[in-house]
């Protein structure tokens, strides 16, 4: 099993329109949740470059390691658990991971 790192920063606000905004300024919308998230799911965002150049190579199950300045999201391991795409372009849309 591959450790990819990426990183990624917390966005504030959740929803379509915010999603959108991300998505035009070259980030990818993302959320992250899991069993033990006392606070519940955290919206993030990833560039968007760096996330589909390296997980385009992944096959099978990944680790990923985040690298933020978050103290609640630095060096924390993660499986990506799904990764929406549009139809016809096929650009990635949203992704989701969840903690162990």
């Known amino acids: 099993m591959e450790i990819v790192s990426v990183t990624v920063e917390t966005r504030s606000a959740a929803g379509k329109g915010t999603a959108r905004r991300v ?8 959320v992250f949740y899991g ?16 996330f ?8 099978g199950s990944a680790l990923i390691q985040f690298e933020s300045m978050a103290p609640e999201l630095k060096s924390r391991m993660v499986l990506l ?3 929406q795409s549009h139809p016809v372009s096929g650009a990635v849309l949203h992704a989701s991971v969840v903690s162990g």
Do not use: D, H
């Open 52 to 59: 589909a150049k390296k997980i385009a190579v992944l096959e």
């Open 81 to 83: 658990r799904e990764v």
């Open 35 to 50: 069993p033990n998230q006392k606070s519940g799911a955290i919206a993030l965002q990833v560039e968007e470059k760096e």
């Open 23 to 30: 998505r035009a300024s070259g980030k990818i919308p993302a």
